[in-house]
């Protein structure tokens, strides 16, 4: 059984920064494209970050292009995304996915079939 589980959400000052993780089980971790998605209240999901499944190619949307950078650890089956300089319009609940014909540069929400529960960031002005 495939399990997805994200952490390290919480409340941050703008400016300030948060890491958060995923951890993926039941799955070969590097045969998947993994991608973090962010939705906040009354807004669609929207892609945010992807990652091929050797690491080696990123993709970042315009809009933190520059503040957060994705990685993993495929030996531990984890997921990283650290943010920095954070705005309070990154205020949104954080979900991890996972998807084994998913593009890192696509982050079609249709392609990812495994997802996390979503982790709360709430940025305060």
């Known amino acids: 059984q495939v399990q997805v589980v994200e952490s390290g959400g919480g409340l941050v000052q703008a400016g300030g920064s948060l890491r958060l993780s995923c951890t993926a089980s039941g799955l070969t971790f590097d045969d998947y494209t993994m991608g973090w998605f962010r939705q906040a209240p009354g807004k669609e999901r929207e892609g945010v970050s992807g990652?091929?499944?050797?690491?080696?190619?990123?993709y970042y949307a315009d809009s933190v292009k520059g503040r957060f950078t994705i990685s993993r650890d495929n030996a531990k089956k984890t997921l990283y995304l650290q943010m920095n300089s954070l705005k309070p319009e990154d205020t949104a609940i954080y979900y991890c996915?996972?998807?084994?014909?998913?593009?890192?540069?696509?982050?079609?929400?249709?392609?990812?079939?495994?997802w996390g529960q979503g982790t709360q960031v709430t940025v305060s002005s």
């Open positions: 996915a996972a998807g084994r014909r998913a593009w890192w540069w696509l982050l079609n929400r249709a392609d990812f079939g495994y």
């Open positions: 990652i091929s499944g050797s690491g080696g190619r990123t």
